[in-house]
């Protein structure tokens, strides 16, 4: 279950007496991987219950996994490093693999899902601002989600090792919206506050022009009638410049076609020149600072993934 080991005891789908105070504790864990996404299940009565989540040590950036757990049955608290979450029936808990927690709990029944960085059809800085936070689900947009993670983990019997990677494109894009809301309703102020219209238009023409290569402050400055020292100040006070936005797009398209099985055939120079690197040596070195490993050993990793970016 991608790092979780108990430490109330060992997890297994059965009965067992402690013997100390004549309490019975039943745990039952199972887990289904479904391409590089994987869902568990957990369902434990009687004595408390602590689940426990390590990093792995030594492991890339581009290689972190996102995690979300749904509680359906009873209560619990995540430990984290800044203290504790309660958590409430119809709650989810979003977390990555980059930081320790526990999940303490009485009897509880819960799911959860483990979503690789590289198949998170989701922009990293987007993702990473719903990690460390509790939302109760809503049933108009989280609906999908709950049905789709019940139906999996009662039924797995119903699907064949061949549906995984599908079933796990799905499941990616259903915990991408999830993340999104939760990133949405963060109430901290937006990382680029830019005063009427024109912010607006500059991010669509950023996003629009991210394959010219000749895109840059200047030329978004003329574009709009602006001197480059106007478009300067309307990203003072986020947390990035105008030519890092541009970087961090471009890599972040670039990532998402590399984790494409469908476009193997395309050579890593040729990706690269599609989002506006001109050398590929430019974008090799960019790439490995932006996401811990070379572009061709990113390619490797997500397609021992087995599944896809969905866009």
């Given at each position: 279950?991608?790092?979780?080991?108990?430490?109330?005891?060992?997890?297994?789908?059965?009965?067992?007496?402690?013997?100390?105070?004549?309490?019975?504790?039943?745990?039952?864990?199972?887990?289904?991987?479904?391409?590089?996404?994987?869902?568990?299940?957990?369902?434990?009565?009687?004595?408390?219950?602590?689940?426990?989540?390590?990093?792995?040590?030594?492991?890339?950036?581009?290689?972190?996994?996102?995690?979300?757990?749904?509680?359906?049955?009873?209560?619990?608290?995540?430990?984290?490093?800044?203290?504790?979450?309660?958590?409430?029936?119809?709650?989810?808990?979003?977390?990555?693999?980059?930081?320790?927690?526990?999940?303490?709990?009485?009897?509880?029944?819960?799911?959860?899902?483990?979503?690789?960085?590289?198949?998170?059809?989701?922009?990293?800085?987007?993702?990473?601002?719903?990690?460390?936070?509790?939302?109760?689900?809503?049933?108009?947009?989280?609906?999908?989600?709950?049905?789709?993670?019940?139906?999996?983990?009662?039924?797995?019997?119903?699907?064949?090792?061949?549906?995984?990677?599908?079933?796990?494109?799905?499941?990616?894009?259903?915990?991408?919206?999830l993340f999104a809301r939760v990133a949405r309703s963060d109430p901290a102020p937006p990382p680029r506050p830019e005063p009427g219209a024109l912010a607006p238009r500059i991010a669509r023409f950023v996003q629009q022009n991210l394959a010219d290569p000749e895109l840059s402050p200047r030329s978004i400055a003329a574009a709009?009638?602006?001197?480059?020292?106007?478009?300067?100040?309307?990203?003072?006070?986020?947390?990035?410049?105008?030519?890092?936005?541009?970087?961090?797009?471009?890599?972040?398209?670039?990532?998402?076609?590399?984790?494409?099985?469908?476009?193997?055939?395309?050579?890593?120079?040729?990706?690269?020149?599609?989002?506006?690197?001109?050398?590929?040596?430019?974008?090799?070195?960019?790439?490995?600072?932006?996401?811990?490993?070379?572009?061709?050993?990113?390619?490797?990793?997500?397609?021992?993934?087995?599944?896809?970016?969905?866009?």
């Open positions: 279950m991608g790092g979780f080991t108990t430490t109330s005891g060992r997890c297994a789908a059965g009965r067992r007496n402690n013997g100390d105070d004549g309490g019975d504790r039943r745990e039952e864990l199972r887990s289904l991987e479904l391409g590089g996404t994987s869902v568990w299940s957990v369902t434990a009565t009687g004595r408390p219950l602590v689940l426990r989540l390590t990093p792995h040590p030594g492991r890339p950036p581009a290689h972190r996994r996102y995690h979300v757990t749904l509680l359906l049955e009873g209560e619990a608290v995540v430990v984290h490093e800044r203290g504790e979450t309660a958590l409430r029936v119809g709650d989810f808990y979003c977390a990555d693999d980059s930081r320790p927690r526990e999940l303490r709990a009485g009897p509880l029944r819960a799911v959860g899902i483990d979503v690789p960085q590289a198949l998170l059809p989701l922009p990293q800085d987007e993702a990473d601002r719903a990690l460390g936070r509790r939302t109760a689900s809503r049933d108009g947009a989280d609906a999908p989600l709950v049905r789709f993670l019940t139906q999996l983990t009662r039924n797995t019997d119903d699907f064949r090792p061949s549906d995984g990677p599908r079933l796990g494109t799905v499941l990616s894009g259903l915990v991408a919206v709009h009638g602006i001197s480059p020292s106007h478009l300067h100040r309307l990203f003072q006070g986020g947390q990035e410049t105008v030519a890092a936005t541009i970087r961090r797009q471009r890599l972040e398209r670039a990532r998402y076609d590399l984790a494409d099985p469908a476009q193997d055939a395309t050579p890593v120079h040729v990706i690269a020149a599609r989002w506006g690197f001109a050398r590929a040596t430019d974008f090799a070195r960019a790439f490995r600072a932006a996401y811990g490993v070379a572009p061709t050993d990113y390619r490797r990793y997500s397609r021992t993934l087995g599944g896809r970016i969905a866009t």
